[in-house]
């Protein structure tokens, strides 16, 4: 059992891991994740191919991997330009950017998972070239990738998709990680990663997939139970700057992760999946390295980890399980799909 703090190099702050109070009798609530049977294709799903979405738009019969400008955007080119001036010593700015959704599959019923290591390469050859064209808008100075999956963290379409937010600010993690890793690498010469997964496999515990180009690990300082890092050896600023090889290589972990995560409690597996890629704000980004976290929400099947007073007030994490365990049963698990085992 662990009960220590653990400093988090990228993000630069404590987590408090006490694993010794995970088994704490609990009375809270409990979530349920649908197990209802999915169509290939709903009539009524705005990602489905040749569905027409709230914006009147309507999606081409499509069979790869399907992007569009997200109707209802967060940021967009055409955010209003007569902003009211703030009161004091408050800042306004205009929301703008431009904001995407990539579907994976014209497949209702799929998720990542469940996708062919070679669709799962097909998509990450899409999300390079989004970033190579959205990060070249002189507008836009960060290219913000996620994957929210699962009904537990809000989202209400099952149908596999992802999205991007490319704004004119930089998210405050990644304006840290900047910042964190250019400090490292001007004393130390090689990238917070690569110190990273130096550390990682000197000790091997946490480590879930090795292969030569990609490391799938949980983080000695892991905030959240199943927290996974996927990152490439070498630093590249950003998918983007990954050869085809070592993109195919990268695939086939991440394909090889997500798999484990859904045979673990054999249902999909819920989780805000991020991609760490460099500003596109023409600075210079010393050291920054690429990679994908995934944050999974949930302790135990049905059981969510809360965000409370420490994280949403204090802003530090409290992880109420050892990533050591974590990491030996997402080890012990197959790596083929359990619906196709
Ligand atoms: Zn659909």
């Known amino acids: ?38 169509p290939a294709y709903d009539k009524d799903c705005y990602l489905c191919p040749g569905n027409r979405r709230v914006s009147g738009k309507q999606n081409p019969e499509y069979d790869g991997v399907f ?24 800042r306004n700015q205009r929301a703008n950017g431009i904001a995407r959704v990539v579907s994976f599959t014209p497949r209702h019923d799929l998720t990542l998972a469940e996708l062919s290591y070679e669709q799962v390469v097909d998509l990450l050859v899409v999300l390079q070239e989004q970033y190579r064209e959205l990060g070249a808008h002189p507008e836009i100075n960060h290219v913000l990738m996620f994957e929210n999956k699962g009904a537990v963290v809000g989202v209400s379409n099952p149908h596999p998709h992802s ?37 990682e496999e000197e000790d091997g515990r946490r480590i879930l997939i090795s292969s030569d180009q990609t490391l799938s690990f949980i983080p ?11 990152s490439p050896r070498e630093a590249h600023g950003s998918l983007a700057g ?64 809360y965000l409370a007073g420490p994280e949403v007030g204090g802003g530090n994490f409290i992880n109420d399980t050892s990533p050591e365990e974590k990491a030996a049963e997402l080890q012990a698990v197959p790596s083929v799909h359990y619906k196709k085992a």
């Not at 940021?75 to 001036?85: C, E, K, R």
């Not at 405050?172 to 890793?181: D, R």
């Not at 000695?220 to 996927?230: H, L, S, V």
């Open 163 to 199: 999205q991007i937010y490319a704004t004119n600010f930089v998210f405050k993690t990644i304006e840290i990680e900047v910042e964190a890793s250019s400090r490292h690498f001007t004393e130390h010469r090689e990238s917070l990663l690569q110190s990273m997964i130096r550390a």
């Open 220 to 230: 000695y300082c892991a905030r959240y139970p199943y927290e996974t890092f996927i």
């Open 67 to 90: 992007v569009f400008d997200n109707d209802k955007p967060c940021v967009g080119l055409s955010a209003p330009t007569d902003l009211q001036p703030p009161p004091g010593i408050y």
């Open 242 to 305: 990954l050869s085809r090889d070592e993109l195919e290589d990268f695939g086939a972990v991440l394909h090889d992760t997500v798999v484990r995560m859904d045979n673990l409690w054999k249902m999909s597996f819920p989780y805000v999946m991020v991609f760490h890629q460099e500003p596109t704000d023409g600075k210079p980004h010393p050291g920054f390295h690429f990679h994908v976290e995934i944050h999974p929400p949930l302790r135990k099947p049905g059981l969510l980890k």
């Open 1 to 38: 059992m662990v009960w220590e703090e653990r400093w988090h190099p990228l993000r630069q702050e404590w987590v408090m891991i006490a694993a010794h109070r995970n088994d704490r009798p609990w009375s809270g609530e409990t979530v349920q994740e649908s197990s209802e049977v999915l």
